[in-house]
T-cell receptor, first 115, second 113 residues
C-alpha cells in the first residue's frame, strides 16, 4: 500500500544533528498529522495541518519544527534532540480535519533513535 | 486517571476461540469511538467504528456502554491473522476539535495455533 509514504524508515542521529522527516500522501486528503508513538504509550498528537494551515501544535518542544508546503507533503525538521525523543514518528492524513477526520490513514513511520 | 485505558495484555488465545476486551474512557462528553488495529512494526489502521447501537462486521462486534463509559471488542472464531495490538480511540466532547483523537495504549492479542 502506498497511500501514505514516509522517509526515512529508520534514522539514527546525534543530539547535535539536524535532520528532516518526510511524509507524502497520495489520497487527495486535505489534513495531515504528525504523531509520536513511544513503547507501551498511547499515540501523541504533535501537529495538525488542515488545507496547509497549522491548526494544532500540541505543546511540542521547539526542537521539532513542522512544515507543510502543500496538502500532499509534510515535513518534520529535527534539531538538538534529546535521547527521550527516540520513538516511532507516524504521519497520517484524513479527508479533512473536521467531520471526516476520524478515519486517519497512517504511513509506516520513521523509527528515530537519538544517541 | 488516563483518558483512555486498556489492558495491555497480552491476551494469549487459541485459534478458533472467542476473545473480548474492553476500553474505558474518562470524558463522559466523548462523542465518537473507534477501534484501530496495529500489527507488529506496522502502522495503525481503522478496524471499525463503534456506534451507540453496537456494530458488527463479520467476526468482529463492537459495543458501546455510555453509562459505564466503556467500549468493547469481541472477536469470534479467532484466526492467526488476528494477532495484533488493538487500539481504542475516542474523540473529545462537543467543544473539542474533531481531529483530537484520544488514543489508548493498546491491547496486545496473540492467537496461538
Amino acid at each position: 500500500e502506498t497511500g501514505v509514504t514516509q522517509t526515512p524508515r529508520h534514522l539514527v542521529m546525534g543530539m547535535t544533528n539536524k535532520k528532516s522527516l518526510k511524509c507524502e500522501q497520495h489520497l487527495g486528503h486535505n489534513a495531515m498529522y504528525w504523531y509520536k508513538q513511544s513503547a507501551k504509550k498511547p499515540l501523541e498528537l504533535m501537529f495538525v495541518y488542515n488545507f496547509k494551515e497549522q491548526t494544532e501544535n500540541n505543546s511540542v518542544p521547539s526542537r521539532f519544527s513542522p512544515e507543510c508546503p502543500n496538502s500532499s507533503h509534510l515535513f518534520l525538521h529535527l534539531h538538538t534532540l534529546q535521547p527521550e525523543d527516540s520513538a516511532l514518528y507516524l504521519c497520517a492524513s484524513s479527508q479533512d480535519a473536521g467531520g471526516n477526520s476520524y478515519e486517519q490513514y497512517f504511513g509506516p513511520g520513521t523509527r528515530l533513535t537519538v544517541t | 486517571r488516563k483518558e483512555v485505558e486498556q489492558d495491555p495484555g497480552p491476551f494469549n488465545v487459541p485459534e478458533g476461540a472467542t476473545v473480548a476486551f474492553n476500553c474505558t474512557y474518562s470524558n463522559s462528553a466523548s462523542q465518537s469511538f473507534f477501534w484501530y488495529r496495529q500489527d507488529c512494526r506496522k502502522e495503525p489502521k481503522l478496524l471499525m467504528s463503534v456506534y451507540s447501537s453496537g456494530n458488527e462486521d463479520g467476526r468482529f462486534t463492537a459495543q458501546l456502554n455510555r453509562a459505564s463509559q466503556y467500549i468493547s471488542l469481541l472477536i469470534r472464531d479467532s484466526k492467526l491473522s488476528d494477532s495484533a495490538t488493538y487500539l481504542c480511540v475516542v474523540t473529545g466532547g462537543p467543544m473539542d476539535s474533531n481531529y483530537q483523537l484520544i488514543w489508548g495504549a493498546g491491547t496486545k492479542l496473540i492467537i496461538k495455533p
